[in-house]
Nanobody, 127 residues
Framework: QVQLVEAGGGLVQAGDSLRLSCTASGVAFSLYTMAWFRQAPGKGREFVAAISSTGAFTNYADSVKGRFTTSRTNMENRVFLQMDSLKPEDTALYYC????????????????????WGQGTQVTVSS
């Protein structure tokens, strides 16, 4: 099982950018489909973005499409979430997660398909 640690969260103003990172250790990172989820106060955890094991394919929730970009570097066992044009409604605890399922098999991105999770990093966007 892969261990995941997120970093890069913080307090920003609406319109600002943040870049989250997630570092993996344990097993062959390049075999895993990676995803980002978030959980806002009082709400359930929701899918944000996913990236295939090679980084060739990505998918995004409609709420972040065009503003967020996920990427990965398998040489460094890291995945990233670049968040631009942040809005107050993006405020949440952001998690990275790993799945041994193929990228194509994952939609609709059920949390149960992801067997490894990080501890989360807080993103707060003020208006």
């Amino acid at each position: 099982q892969v261990q995941l640690v997120e970093a890069g969260g913080g307090l920003v103003q609406a319109g600002d950018s943040l870049r989250l990172s997630c570092t993996a250790s344990g097993v062959a990172f390049s075999l895993y489909t990676m995803a980002w989820f978030r959980q806002a106060p009082g709400k359930g955890r929701e899918f944000v973005a996913a990236i295939s094991s090679t980084g060739a394919f990505t998918n995004y929730a409609d709420s972040v499409k065009g503003r967020f970009t996920t990427s990965r570097t398998n040489m460094e066992n890291r995945v990233f979430l670049q968040m631009d044009s942040l809005k107050p409604e993006d405020t949440a605890l952001y998690y990275c997660a790993a799945s041994s399922k193929s990228f194509r098999a994952l939609p609709p991105y059920s949390q149960t398909d992801f067997t490894s999770w990080g501890q989360g990093t807080q993103v707060t966007v003020s208006s």
